[in-house]
């Protein structure tokens, strides 16, 4: 089994990366992105469905509308549906349940993937500052690990 240290080695160094597209690193599918999405996987799915499942499934057992655009909205025919507000403080207490989980799952990760993440950070720090690290290590999470495309 690989260690966490192995795939950071593997993977190109982020520090080739111009600056200015820190913020798209992870939105590309080169050998770098598609290597420690695959590892985060292999060591964090099991963690990611008892963080994510409990919200997702209340989510989909909910039928309420969380449409916020007014364009589609016209199409509708049941007037609480059309409701944008409410719709929109649907969706915000959703994405802040999905937050909730996340932020306080933390020690819950599993070590590999906490140990390649200090790692991502640490390579990164080596030619930018600790800020775009931490860009980068939460670019890694959402883009690839919590909200893979």
């Known amino acids: 089994r690989m ?9 190109p160094a982020p520090g080739v990366v111009d600056p200015d597209r820190i913020a798209t690193l992870f939105r590309s599918n080169g050998v770098s ?3 420690l999405k695959s ?10 469905r008892r963080t994510l499942q409990p919200v997702v499934q209340a ?19 049941d007037e609480a549906t059309k409701d944008v507000a ?6 915000l207490n959703t994405c802040q349940r999905l937050l909730d989980a996340i932020t306080g799952s933390r020690a819950d990760a599993p070590l ?4 390649m993440c200090n790692l991502l950070k ?11 690290a931490t860009k980068v290590v939460g670019g890694f999470l959402f883009l690839r690990f919590f909200c893979p495309a």
């Open 39 to 48: 590892y985060g996987m292999l060591v964090g799915s099991g963690y990611l």
């Open 33 to 35: 992105s598609k290597i």
């Open 3 to 11: 260690e966490s240290e192995d795939v950071a080695e593997a993977a």
């Open 122 to 132: 640490t390579q990164v720090q080596k030619n930018f500052n600790e800020a775009v």
């Open 59 to 77: 989510l989909c057992e909910d039928s309420r509308s969380m449409e916020v655009d007014p364009l589609k909205l016209k199409k509708e025919t």
């Open 86 to 91: 409410a719709n929109q403080q649907r969706l």
């Open 112 to 115: 590999e993937l906490r140990q």
